[in-house]
């Protein structure tokens, strides 16, 4: 009897937890992580800020706006994506 192992890079997995990742960002389901909440609130808001700023500002400041909401983005989604992969790793 032979015990079948799933790899960590099963394209089945991967493709949910992306999916997953974006879904999870819905700030009902990120409340219940209170850190990842306030990153997504900091995101969020680096963002409408950058956007509000892109005209009036220099372009060493809209550099380092954008760069921090895109690092900001990235954390949550990949934070999301780490999860979804574990969850479709205990479901398989």
Known sequence: MAIEKKSLLDGAILRSAVVDSFRKLDPRYMARSPVMFVVLV??????????RDLGESS???????????????????FANFAEAVAEGRGKA
């Open 42 to 51: 900091g995101s969020v808001l680096t963002t409408i800020l950058f956007f």
């Open 59 to 77: 372009g060493d400041e809209n550099l380092f706006a954008g760069l921090v909401a895109a690092w900001l983005w990235f954390t949550v989604l």
